[in-house]
């Protein structure tokens, strides 16, 4: 009996298991701007940003600074929950869309890439935040 086809069915059972265990897109070393937040385009004029490390983020809230922490396993994303900003006085518009900002990162579950678009989703697939990509 030949072992030939033994053989390529094993290679082919091989090839699927690594196919299986395939990482999704990888954020490390990604910058972003907010284009949206819950459906409703970022305020004119006003810059928001998310930079992703390793296993940090970080960025601007269009008046203040933030980090964080954040893990990424294929198309889930989760924020450590413990976010950090400084304290600088905002306008109420920009704080109000800084803190809804820290809900939605907070609250994002995974993660879509298309091209140049990122987009955070809450657990039902929502839409939480869109952002655009921004050259390094």
């Known amino acids: 009996m030949s072992r ?11 090839t699927s298991l690594l196919a299986g265990c395939a990482a999704g897109p990888s954020l490390e070393g990604t910058r972003w701007q907010l284009a949206q937040l819950n459906g409703q385009p970022a305020l004119e004029g006003v810059t928001v940003t998310l930079s992703l490390e ?3 983020l970080g960025g601007s809230d ?3 600074t933030y980090g964080g922490s954040y893990t990424t396993k294929d198309s889930a994303f989760k924020t450590s929950g413990n976010l950090f900003s ?3 006085y905002c306008s109420d518009d920009i704080n109000n869309q800084s803190t809804a900002y820290y809900t939605a990162l907070n609250s994002a579950v995974s993660f879509t890439l298309d091209g140049q678009i990122l987009t955070l989703l809450d657990a ?4 939480l935040l869109q952002f655009s990509k921004l050259q390094n």
Request: charged residues 10%; contains cysteine.
């Open 124 to 127: 039902s697939g929502n839409t």
């Open 62 to 64: 269009g008046c203040n």
């Open 4 to 14: 030939t086809p033994l053989l390529i069915v094993c290679l082919l059972l091989a």
């Open 54 to 56: 390793k296993d940090s």
């Open 86 to 88: 400084t304290m600088m």
